[in-house]
């Protein structure tokens, strides 16, 4: 995930990443994303399986599904938000 963020972060400053995991994330691994990228702009938005069959079930619609993650992770700094 460091790896993706560090090519996220080299292109416009308003672009952002989709990180998609279908088997969840590992809490330890999410602490470490936090930790080793704080310091620089939280442009990762981080999807679960979950929140694809939200997607695809039409419960919730792209647009709110980023603005949802988009401000978790601006105003409160969370890496995953779940919908």
């Known amino acids: 995930m460091l790896d993706f963020k560090g090519k996220v972060d080299g292109k416009l400053d308003s ?11 590992d ?16 442009n990762i938005i981080m999807f679960t399986g979950q929140d694809v069959s ?9 647009l709110d599904a980023l603005t949802k993650k988009v401000d978790a ?8 938000c779940e919908l």
């Open 54 to 62: 939200q997607l695809f079930e039409g419960r919730i619609g792209l």
């Open 27 to 42: 809490p330890d691994v999410l602490d470490h994303f936090v930790r080793n990228a704080r310091g620089s702009r939280n």
């Open 73 to 80: 992770a601006e105003q409160e700094g969370r890496a995953l």
């Open 15 to 25: 672009t952002r990443g989709a990180f998609v995991s279908m088997a969840g994330y």
